[in-house]
């Protein structure tokens, strides 16, 4: 019993350490930093995701008001020239607007303090994207948090010498999988960019494809359960390949919208109403 309860807590532990990493390095997750403008160090925070169809606010905190700001963006990956906006002052907070694009589509955009540039580098990215309603996020979150604790509990059954969970925990394993990843992810995916699955075989989205990976990884777990003499050995080798999987950060080479595409599209449309 004792041993149980140790195995719970130790997944619980692997599970939320793993959940805080993909999150924190995840190229959603806001750009932040610091900055010396005059004699203040002003820290940022730079919005790197933005849903529903309001533009995205971007905002830079200041007790100086006399520090002006502009922000610069673009079409990522195009070569539009970037679109200047005087960032308005109130109440400690610097703000200017990113316009709302398509789905799944980037702008590319930067900050400049009194002439100095934030950040001083790599100009962050922010995908657009729709919104996802609450009540199926929700679920969604809770599958694929539950689909990885009972991944993460299930392997380490390896550790002991009964087999008697095992099955069980490799069942619900696979539901709590399916059930976040295939059902509510694909739904989630549908209301945030418009298709169902971008994976293999229809795409190169990482996140559908790895959570391919890992429902392949623990299907092969069950099919050798009966027919391995060391069951527990595969049912820890797809937990690690579903912690692997997790440590992927979220959204990366996820759906980007093709601005050449949706150009040419518009160009066509407006051919068609000319004619």
């Keep these: 019993m004792k041993k149980t309860i140790l195995f719970w807590i130790l997944a619980l532990i692997i599970t939320l350490a793993s959940a805080i990493y993909q999150?924190?390095?995840?190229?959603?997750?806001?750009?932040?930093?610091?900055?010396?403008?005059?004699?203040?160090?002003i820290r940022?925070?730079?919005?790197?995701?933005?849903?529903?169809?309001?533009?995205?606010?971007?905002?830079?905190?200041?007790?100086?008001?006399?520090?002006?700001?502009?922000?610069?963006?673009?079409?990522?990956?195009?070569?539009?020239?970037?679109?200047?906006?005087?960032?308005?002052?109130?109440?400690?907070?610097?703000?200017a607007s990113l316009p709302n694009q398509p789905p799944a589509g980037k702008l590319e955009y930067y900050v400049e303090l009194d002439g100095e540039k934030i950040p001083g580098k790599k100009?962050?990215?922010?995908?657009?994207?729709?919104?996802?309603?609450?009540?199926?996020?929700?679920?969604?979150?809770?599958?694929?948090?539950?689909?990885?604790?009972?991944?993460?509990?299930?392997?380490?059954?390896?550790?002991?010498?009964e087999k008697n969970n095992l099955l069980n925990l490799t069942y619900w394993t696979i539901g709590f999988l399916l059930a976040g990843g295939f059902v509510l992810g694909p739904a989630v995916q549908l209301y945030a960019f418009g298709a169902w699955w971008t994976g293999f075989p229809f795409g190169t989205d990482l996140t559908d494809n790895k959570t391919l990976i890992a429902l392949i990884a623990w299907l092969?777990?069950?099919?050798?359960?009966?027919?391995?003499?060391?069951?527990?050995?595969?049912?820890?080798?797809?937990?690690?390949?579903?912690?692997?999987?997790?440590?992927?950060?979220?959204?990366l080479l996820g759906s980007e919208l093709d601005y050449s595409e949706l150009d040419n599209e518009n160009i066509e449309i407006h051919n068609s109403i000319m004619e």
């Design 220 to 251: 092969i777990a069950l099919f050798m359960y009966k027919r391995s003499k060391s069951p527990k050995g595969w049912a820890l080798g797809a937990s690690i390949v579903m912690l692997i999987v997790y440590l992927i950060p979220h959204s």
């Design 44 to 95: 940022y925070s730079l919005i790197r995701t933005h849903g529903g169809e309001t533009d995205a606010v971007v905002e830079i905190k200041t007790n100086d008001e006399s520090i002006t700001g502009i922000l610069y963006w673009k079409r990522f990956k195009t070569e539009d020239e970037f679109t200047s906006v005087e960032m308005e002052y109130s109440e400690g907070i610097l703000t």
């Design 23 to 41: 999150r924190s390095t995840g190229p959603t997750y806001p750009l932040s930093g610091s900055i010396q403008v005059g004699n203040e160090k």
């Design 123 to 161: 100009n962050p990215v922010i995908r657009f994207k729709g919104d996802v309603p609450t009540w199926l996020l929700i679920p969604h979150v809770i599958g694929m948090f539950g689909a990885m604790l009972l991944a993460t509990r299930t392997g380490l059954e390896f550790f002991r010498k």
